[in-house]
């Protein structure tokens, strides 16, 4: 049996079952305190309901039972909640489903669609709607989307079909959210299936089947924040990416941590040029497994490293993540050591093994001391993780940071770019990663306390300008502790392709260095361009008495001498190999 919402005869029906036949419940209006009366509509099972002009349904307690089937007219939309509250319940079943579908008297249904289910939000008192085993099929019609949640935030769309939609399949916007959303099939729509704030995306439930025409398709975040006023988000993995249009943040509150969880088998797909940023009060995991790992890529459909930005970790945040895919990232902006796919911001609680960075335009990772009053970053844990086609370096980082990579990681002939700084406290261990590292900086060695680095055997270090500075010349000390053997020689040389005499600076040891600094079976090459009181020398040693062992080493190919000892110095210099430094292999200049 058909009922035509345009029927008169219908209408006046209506109006009796609304006065006389509805069961009436009191309701207490939120706005004045008041009861309102809902009275009950009933779409029963078996009854087929034919709408030829948009249908508004307010004030009401509607009941759509299994079985019906709704013919909505071409264009023409059924909205809920406009002006006032309703309490709507869809509820098929997998026999008998309710179908929401084109009502097409003249024929030629190919090319006709319906418009939309709108369900609007003013009384969330009253508002849970809730779809369960419902067809929408060739909703979106006019430029329009299947389902539209209007700032509602308690609907249910359980185990539901939305096929062949003109737009979205569903819009939830201006804060619309799911009470839940589960066991749902969503596919041939022509944009995005769909299109969500980033704040409401946990609230897409688990075990939908959304299959897209386009691989750039996917759930849509429209906004690009998270403030943290929920205590735990998680975004559950769907069968399409999760799609960033633009720049992203999340950030927790001072009294409020947010704990922020992306599901194994996730995709998190960025736009040209956006970044996914990660601020102060938040807990971050991102945990993949090997067959199910998460992945951050580019939206673009033909990618090409740079395609986004890059992904930040702010000084108080706290995150682990494993098994994590990031690709085709790392936009080049100013230069390759400073930019990066993945970014630390002066953060120090950030644990990642098992990932893959691959095709970035810049360093696949880069460390940042965004302020003088936070510390270097560094990691918790970083290992068992592999550098694949890269532009320009695997890390950027500062040598503090050195110590927390651990030696599992493969970073197949990726270079480690080291910037400039001083180590003022603790002991650094340059490991060898069977990678080469490059600095066009100096790196200085001094502190109040004993600050020391030492460098592993095989350990080759490539020198663009700049070199090692031990000590200082006023109070303070340091200790470099370079100690190779005969098959594994610690390298210091020139960055170069083909390179030249005084390349970069080399090693100085002031006057306050502590005691113990030794060179042995190390190799200083193409050194020679740093100036001391106008003696430039590869090797540079200004302490007292007997504060440095040089033994083993060779140094070769300076700009200028090999070696100079100034003052009292009186090194150990013993065993070593002098040959083609341009003024000569080593020159004493007394006090």
């Known amino acids: 049996m058909y009922l035509n919402i345009n029927n008169p005869i219908l209408i006046f029906s209506l109006f009796l079952i609304l006065c ?3 069961k009436k419940e009191d309701k207490i209006d939120p706005n004045n305190n008041k009861p309102i009366e809902l009275p009950t509509i009933n779409w029963k099972a078996g009854e087929d309901i034919v709408i030829e002009e948009n249908l508004y349904i307010d004030s009401v307690r509607f009941i759509i039972e299994h079985g019906v089937n709704i013919y909505i007219k071409s264009g023409c939309s059924i909205i809920f909640g406009n002006d006032y509250p309703v309490e709507l319940t869809a509820k098929g079943s997998l026999e008998k489903p309710i179908n929401f579908v084109t009502y097409n008297p003249d024929g030629n249904p190919e090319n006709s669609f319906w418009g939309s289910i709108i369900l609007h939000s003013l009384y969330d008192t009253f508002d849970n709607p809730t779809f369960e085993y419902c067809n929408f099929i060739k909703g979106g019609g006019e430029g329009s989307e299947a389902v539209i949640i209007n700032n509602s935030r308690s609907v249910s769309i359980k185990n539901c079909l939305i096929d062949y939609s003109m737009n979205y399949g569903i819009l939830a916007n201006h804060n619309g959210e799911f009470k839940e959303f589960s066991g749902n099939t969503i596919k041939h729509t022509l944009n995005h299936p769909i299109s969500i704030t980033s704040y409401f995306a946990h609230t897409i439930g688990k075990n939908n089947n959304i299959i897209v025409d386009s691989l750039n398709h996917g759930i849509y975040l429209s906004t690009e924040s998270i403030n943290g006023s929920s205590d735990s988000i998680i975004w559950h993995a769907q069968t399409v990416p999760f799609i960033i249009p633009h720049s992203f943040s999340a950030d927790g509150q001072s009294n409020n941590i947010l704990n922020f969880k992306i599901e194994e088998g996730s995709t998190i797909a960025l736009g040209k040029n956006a970044s996914f940023g990660l601020g102060n009060n938040i807990q971050f ?13 580019s939206l673009v459909l033909e990618p090409q490293p740079g395609d986004w930005n890059n992904i930040r970790f702010s000084n108080g945040c706290i995150a682990v993540l494993n098994n994590c895919i990031f ?3 790392g936009k080049y902006e100013s230069s390759m050591a400073d930019n990066g796919m993945v970014r630390l911001y002066s953060a120090t609680n950030i644990s990642m093994e098992k990932c893959v960075f691959q ?10 001391k965004s302020a003088t009053n936070l510390p270097y970053p560094s990691f918790a844990n970083f290992s068992n993780n592999r550098f694949i086609s890269l532009m320009s370096y695997a890390i950027s980082l500062y040598p503090q940071a050195i110590s927390s990579i651990d030696k599992s990681n493969i970073f197949n002939n990726h270079e480690i770019y080291v910037k400039g700084s001083t180590i003022s406290e603790g002991h650094i261990l340059w490991k060898n990663f069977g990678t080469d590292y490059f600095s066009s900086s100096y790196i200085n060695i001094n502190g109040e306390s004993e600050a020391i680095v030492e460098i592993e055997p095989g350990v080759r270090i490539k020198w663009n300008g700049g070199g090692f500075k031990v000590g200082t010349a006023s109070q303070w000390g340091g200790k470099l502790i370079a100690v190779g053997t005969d098959e594994n020689p610690i390298i210091f040389t020139s960055s170069k392709e083909e390179p030249s005499w005084g390349d970069w600076g080399g090693i100085l040891f002031y006057t306050n260095s ?6 042995d079976h190390c190799q200083i090459l193409y050194a020679g361009e740093y100036s001391l ?7 540079h040693i200004c302490c007292n008495d007997t504060n440095v062992t040089i033994i083993n080493s060779t140094i070769a190919h300076s700009s200028h001498w090999g070696m100079c000892i100034m003052g009292s110095a009186e090194p150990i210099i013993e065993n070593n190999l002098f040959y083609d430094n341009l003024e000569g292999d080593i020159i004493t200049i007394g006090n």
């Open 514 to 519: 502590f005691p113990g600094n030794i060179l």
């Open 285 to 297: 995991m991102a945990i993949g497994q090997a067959e199910k790992p998460i992945l951050f890529t």
């Open 20 to 22: 006389f036949s509805c």
């Open 327 to 329: 690709e085709y990232g």
């Open 359 to 368: 095709h970035s335009e810049s360093s696949a990772i880069t460390l940042h």
């Open 533 to 539: 009181n106008s003696w430039q020398a590869s090797i």
